[in-house]
């Protein structure tokens, strides 16, 4: 027996990442000829946005495929990014597992260094042709030219001869960027898990970023910017302790450099103060002297039941960049003009949280009628780090969250309870983390975290009652001008005819009309023009009785300046929170109350949040009742001096100058 297992043992040898990959290359979504186009185009574009973002540059990103017989295609794809240093470039495209984030604690595209590797090794593996990399670091050098390809056996890059310089006039006047051609294997589709769904996807999330596309057929499509900031810069942390296992605790712990356990826990980790060291610490029974690399497993066991019985605080932001509510809408404007929807809900950024010691942030946005087909399941933007998530929904948690909400509560068919949704919408759903748990090296789909399902699921089901909300009102406007109207055409023909009887002149209507419709109507409208957002708020008295109550807005706190607000509110908080105290209206009497903001782009107010206080709810058609969390029942009004009266049309006001006189309780 021993005779045969040595004969085994000399069958047994070490692999390269790549001659795996090589042999296993549908791990990383290279799995069919139409899959393989979008998987080369994501991990350049990926790249792409990475770089650039990285250097504090706007992207500007050029994608063309170009067939070159039935099956190969040559993908080029260019950007103004910073470039590559010319010795580097063999080592990123030509050997797997080599890249600068897989180590950092903070939110990038790309972290497993396989990517745009992988494509290189596709590309030769179908086609036997090398890639060629162009890249330029300084306007006043000229660009390197390599021609690349990925030694399977060894995972070390092979540069294939002297590159020829027939691109240098292409990139005179091209101060940086990089550029990659690769040739590989494809098949080019037009449908909603292609190359140009893809592009207009990451559009969508990546507002900041302008986007060419040319198709095999020569068609050129345009994704302009619509925002001209970049994100925030995401910075590396160290790892948060909430949720962290054993293992990582104990690999942690045998590579610090600390002298003590107490200033381990310090160092390390994050969130983690003096204070709390030393609770932990002593919870744990050991003694703040100990060294971390020296202790047993019995020790670690002490020290992680101890890190996971005291509370931490949130982890840092500033390791992720979620869109955010504002850059969510605009893009989702920008991109889906076409179907004109008549609501985007004000999108959910939930809080950050924790899973694994990763902090992750969810966000969620929903947009509803105009074109959307209102007889087919809802379509899903599924997004991880702002990129776009094109295969596996079945598989992927952020598909399982939106199956999981029972969507019949907030105005969408679901059979059932569970499933995907019926129903003219689009839910968009974006997980941002410094380490996405995908199912795969090919990150297709997110795996079933539960702290992010559970996350997922909370932000799904706010979104749900903003869509709930915009649903019921839009109902019961329809039924009361539906019955408006059916008073006002019924009501004289009976007065006419009642009146022609009797021999006598038809009466006035106005108070029956009141009578039977007894209610108090709001039309509102938001318009942009000369840089400047315009409200206009009209109520008209459809009761018999004079009506007061106060009318209360939401606007964005980013608007810099309230100007011409007409009448004068009571109160303006710097979260956007606006009051009025309205005049009496006399029954049948109509009241408008405007305002001007300043300092918002046009998307990021569009229409108006408004509630009303002091009136009974059921009596008002147009504004919400005034969530009990803003209580303004000891709202007192400060009376205005007269030298702060309001001043002629044609001023402007800087309104917050103006309501230093109000009372801001």
């Not at 318009?527 to 009785?545: A, M």
């Not at 939401?554 to 105290?581: F, H, M, N, S």
Request: hydrophobic residues 35%; negative net charge.
């Amino acid at each position: 027996m021993s005779s045969i297992a040595e004969h085994l043992a000399k069958k047994q040898k070490e692999i390269s990442v790549s001659e795996f990959f090589e042999r296993n290359r549908q791990i990383l979504g290279f799995d069919s000829l139409t899959k393989a186009l979008i998987m080369a185009v994501k991990e350049a574009v990926d790249n792409a946005l990475d770089a650039c973002e990285e250097s504090g540059i706007l992207p500007d990103i050029y994608v063309r495929l170009d067939k070159v017989d039935d099956k190969e295609y040559r993908m080029t794809v260019e950007d103004n990014g910073p470039g590559i240093v010319p010795t580097m470039i063999p080592n990123v495209f030509g050997r797997l597992l080599f890249g600068s984030r897989f180590h950092a604690i903070r939110q990038s595209r790309g972290q497993q260094g396989i990517g745009i590797s992988a494509t290189v090794m596709y590309g030769q593996i179908t086609t036997g042709k090398p890639a060629r990399i162009t890249s330029k670091t300084e306007a006043d050098k000229p660009a390197a030219v390599k021609l690349i390809m990925v030694n399977t056996k060894h995972n070390t890059p092979d540069i294939v001869g002297p590159a020829p310089p027939n691109d240098y006039i292409m990139w005179e006047g091209k101060e940086h960027g990089t550029r990659v051609e690769i040739n590989l294997n494809g098949r080019y589709i037009a449908s909603k898990q292609s190359v140009f769904e893809y592009l207009k996807q990451t559009a969508i999330v990546n507002p900041h970023a302008s986007m060419t596309f040319v198709d095999p057929d020569g068609r050129t499509f345009s994704f302009p910017r619509a925002h001209d900031k970049l994100p925030p810069a995401t910075k590396d942390i160290k790892p948060h302790p909430e949720g962290l296992e054993l293992g990582t605790l104990m690999n942690l712990g045998r590579a610090t450099r600390t002298k003590n356990v107490k200033d381990f826990l310090q160092s390390d980790f994050s969130r983690i103060s003096e204070r709390l060291a030393k609770e932990i610490v002593e919870r744990a029974g050991l003694r703040e002297s100990t060294k971390a690399p020296s202790m047993d497993l019995e020790q670690y066991k002490a020290l992680l039941g101890a890190m996971q019985s005291v509370k931490y605080l949130a982890p840092s932001t500033d390791c992720l960049s979620p869109i955010g509510e504002a850059l969510i809408r605009k893009g989702l404007k920008n991109d889906l003009e076409d179907l004109k929807p008549e609501f985007y809900t004000p999108p959910v950024t939930r809080a950050p949280k924790v899973f694994g010691g990763n902090p992750f942030q969810v966000e969620v946005g929903i947009v509803y009628g105009g074109s959307i087909p209102s007889d087919q399941p809802v379509t899903i933007l599924r997004f991880a780090n702002r990129v776009p998530l094109l295969y596996q929904q079945g598989a992927c948690v952020l598909t399982k969250s939106v199956e999981s909400v029972d969507w019949r509560r907030y105005g969408l068919e679901q059979r059932g309870g569970s499933g995907i949704p019926f129903g003219p919408a689009m839910i968009l759903v974006h997980v941002a983390s410094t380490k996405v748990p995908f199912t795969s090296e090919a990150k297709e789909a997110v795996a079933a975290i539960p702290e992010i399902q559970a996350e997922l699921e909370l932000a799904l089901r706010e979104c749900g009652r903003r869509l709930k909300v915009h649903l019921n009102k839009k109902e019961t406007k329809t039924r009361t001008k539906a019955k408006f109207e059916i008073v006002q055409e019924i009501l004289p023909l009976i007065a006419q005819k009642s009146a022609k009887i009797v021999g006598k002149p038809v009466p006035p209507l106005s108070g029956t009309i009141t009578k039977i419709m007894n209610v108090v109507w709001i039309d509102d409208a938001v318009s942009y023009e000369k840089r400047r957002h315009r409200v206009r708020v009209d109520i008209y008295n459809y009761t018999p009785k004079q009506m007061r109550f106060n009318l209360h807005a939401v606007i964005p706190p980013e608007a810099t300046t309230l100007l011409k607000a007409e009448p004068r509110p009571v109160q303006v908080k710097d979260d956007g929170k606006v009051t009025w105290e309205l005049k009496p209206i006399r029954s049948t009497d109509k009241f408008t109350v405007s305002m001007e903001l300043e300092g918002l782009e046009p998307e990021m107010y569009d229409e108006n949040e408004l509630y009303a206080s002091g009136i009974d709810p059921s009596m008002i058609i147009g504004a919400d009742p005034l969530p009990g969390d803003w209580d303004v029942a000891r709202l007192q009004v400060t009376e205005v001096p007269a030298s702060q009266e309001e001043p002629a049309e044609e001023e402007e006001v800087d309104y917050d100058e103006q309501t230093e006189a109000l009372n801001d309780d």
